[in-house]
């Protein structure tokens, strides 16, 4: 079974089979492939795992 990983507008990522329908607000992430590699990608490319909004938050305080 292949895997998509996909990122909502807060910069979240998330998993799934690619034969599945994206939720409302999810989009891929530019990667699809076996599970193990798509954890891989996410280890390379989320780096930061607090939301954007936060993230804002936190450099204009």
């Known amino acids: 079974m292949n895997y998509q990983m996909v990122r909502n507008g807060q910069d979240r990522c998330s998993s799934g089979p690619q034969e599945r329908p994206l939720p409302p607000g999810w ?35």
Do not use: C, M, N
């Open 27 to 61: 989009w891929p992430a530019g990667f699809a492939g076996a599970k193990v590699h798509g954890l891989s990608f996410v280890d390379d490319h989320w780096t930061d795992l607090w939301p954007r909004d936060l993230r804002t938050w936190l450099a204009e305080a």
